[in-house]
């Protein structure tokens, strides 16, 4: 089991950065793959960037495909999300989540643990 804790959210202009923070606790951290989703008001929750157990794969929503980086420190117990050129469009509560299951089934896109979100708002 793994507890989720994310921060780093808050108010930024369009055009603008972001970097996300999930700090996690529990034990075999670095056996989890890591993925960040977000919802928006109104809609329903998507998936925005996935990181495997190893840091070695990653994976990506197009509409966040070139603007955001997904990166994990095993050491350090953390995966991070830099978000880069904001738009409105990206304002949402986002969540960090994990699975254990194999990377190649692609099951971290139905994640079994979940934080309790940060937001992110981008002003135009």
């Known amino acids: 089991q793994v507890q989720l804790v994310e921060s780093g959210g808050g108010l930024v202009q369009a055009g603008g950065s972001l970097r996300l923070s999930c700090a996690a606790v529990g034990r075999r951290f670095s056996t989890y793959n890591l993925a960040w989703f977000r919802q928006a008001p109104g809609k329903e929750r998507e998936f925005v960037a996935a990181?495997?157990?190893?840091?070695?794969?990653?994976d990506y929503a197009d509409s966040v495909k070139g603007r955001f980086t997904i990166s994990r420190d095993n050491a350090k117990n953390t995966v991070n999300l830099q978000m880069s050129s904001l738009k409105p469009e990206d304002t949402a509560v986002y969540y960090c989540?994990?699975?254990?299951?194999?990377?190649?089934?692609?099951?971290?896109?139905?994640?079994?643990?979940w934080g309790q979100g940060t937001q992110v708002t981008v002003s135009s």
């Open positions: 989540a994990a699975d254990s299951r194999p990377w190649g089934s692609r099951l971290y896109r139905q994640p079994g643990y």
């Open positions: 990181i495997s157990w190893s840091g070695g794969s990653t």
